[in-house]
């Protein structure tokens, strides 16, 4: 089996953050064994530490940033893409401000950088994400769409779509991590000149220049267009209308955008905390679907099931009204997925409607509510003496029929619990499409009051 691994000798880089522009240094240290990658800012009176999971993940707005405690580190997915690429487990990485340097706006210089520091075996396993069953993510307000299939080893293709000037569609496939140094790391980070004032207006790109990205044009750009971005880089910019890029800054791949977004979305997701053995196709994505995806791909992989009889041991409810089947995946205390397999026999197709039978919205809901206990439960001393009850339904919304013969996939997602009341998002799928959501709560009572 091969084993886990860390830096050999520390290694240290300097520069400005891309969004905050503020000036870091940022320290990469050996760790031990089983303690993963952790983030340490050194710059505050109490050094705070923060692993890189996506249960710290605050903020994906154009970069993932995690943080605790009002404590945060933004822009970490490149150092991270790195890190990964290179079969790094544990790591201690020494932060002295809030964000990490952009440096070239690609992720080159921290992979042969920390090639040169050297990587050292442990003793202990590398442990893997290895997936057996295909994962479908569609994100439910876009044409986003990711999944993993099981595979011998990590890849992934990407299709994007920028209606940057000679861009627009751009695919491609990442066959292996040992093809990332070539395909992958010298791609780096963009805009377009369009974008520039909307991100400057949201206190983003405060480190942006073109020495750390590209910027792309549009068709329609022209001469004056320049006059956006000349208020805000420190150096001479010009307009060529045959080029594709402000100051014609020339490719380091001629599909470089779709090749960083592969980047990105290696360092996005690292924050399992393991290898992943699959390979990924993902279709425009950015930093708030791939943590999605990420966090969807841990709850389809965890050890959270349960067959129907086990299913019986948590909920009280029984058959005919047993509306969950098992539960198949999600993340104790914070997330469940069940199945509900939609046969013919279930018994309120006898009247909802006999010649067209249609799964009732109400009944949706009350699996939904059925999956929730699982989240609930776990929450709360003495479980075996409560039960759930259904409080307040806010808001549902029934997209799609469900029908005999479906499969219907519920997610519901723990948003907070207080006072024995727990408030929930649902959503549920066939086939991969949205049929239905809602968000709802329930109350913990004692089973004999």
């Known amino acids: 089996m091969e084993k886990q691994k860390t830096i050999f000798s520390k290694i240290s880089f300097k520069g400005i953050g891309l969004h905050t522009g503020k000036k870091s240094k940022i320290t990469l240290k050996p760790s031990k064994e089983n303690s993963g990658i952790v983030f340490k800012r050194t710059d505050l009176i109490e050094p705070v530490f923060i692993k890189a999971v996506y249960d710290n993940v605050i903020s994906t707005d154009r970069g ?15 150092i991270l893409s790195a890190v990964y690429a290179l079969g790094i487990d544990n790591l201690l990485i020494e932060i002295d401000n809030v964000e990490p340097p ?29 997936i057996s069953e295909p994962i479908h993510y569609f994100d439910e307000n876009s044409d986003i769409s990711l999944s993993i299939i099981p595979s011998d080893q990590f890849s992934i ?19 292996s991590l040992s093809d990332y140094y070539d395909e992958i790391s010298l791609a780096r980070t963009f805009c377009s000149l369009d974008e520039i004032n909307y991100l400057k207006d949201r206190n983003l790109i405060k480190g942006g220049s073109l020495d750390n990205a590209v910027i792309y044009l549009s068709e329609q750009n022209h001469e004056k267009d320049l006059e956006t971005i000349n208020k805000y880089l420190d150096e001479n910019v010009y307009f060529d209308s045959k080029s594709i890029t402000v100051n014609n800054v020339e490719l380091r ?32 994505s950015g930093h708030r679907t791939n943590v999605k995806f990420g966090k969807f791909i841990q709850e389809m992989n965890s050890d959270f099931k349960f067959n129907k009889d086990e299913v019986k041991n948590v909920i009280p409810h029984r058959e005919p009204f047993l509306l969950i089947d098992e539960i198949i995946g999600g993340i104790r205390g914070k997330s469940v997925i069940a199945k509900k397999n939609v046969v013919s026999s279930d018994y309120f197709f006898q009247g909802h409607f006999p010649e067209r039978p249609i799964m009732p919205g109400v009944l949706i809901l009350e699996s939904m509510a059925q999956a929730s206990c699982f989240l609930s439960f776990d929450n709360i001393d003495n479980k075996n003496e409560k039960m759930m009850l259904l409080s307040v339904v806010n808001s549902s919304k029934f997209i799609k029929k469900v029908l005999p013969g479906d499969e219907l996939i519920l997610r519901v997602v723990l948003k907070k619990i207080r006072l024995g009341t727990a408030s929930m998002e649902s959503i549920a799928y066939v086939n991969n499409n949205i049929v239905a959501k809602a968000s709802f709560m329930a109350t913990i009572v004692d089973k004999n009051e």
Do not use: C, W
């Open 253 to 284: 791949y001629s599909d470089e955008v779709v090749r960083h977004k592969i980047l990105d979305l290696i360092g996005d997701l690292s924050l399992i905390g393991k290898p992943i053995i699959g390979h990924i196709i993902a279709s425009k």
């Open 102 to 130: 952009i440096l070239d706006g690609s992720s080159v210089i921290f992979y042969n950088d920390i090639i040169k520091s050297g990587i050292v075996e442990q003793n202990s396993e590398k442990k893997y994400f290895k």
């Open 64 to 78: 993932t940033t995690i943080g605790n405690d009002n404590v945060k580190i933004h822009t970490i997915e490149h």
């Open 157 to 175: 293709t990407f299709k994007s779509d920028f209606p940057f000037k000679g861009v627009g569609k751009q695919e491609y496939t990442m066959n």
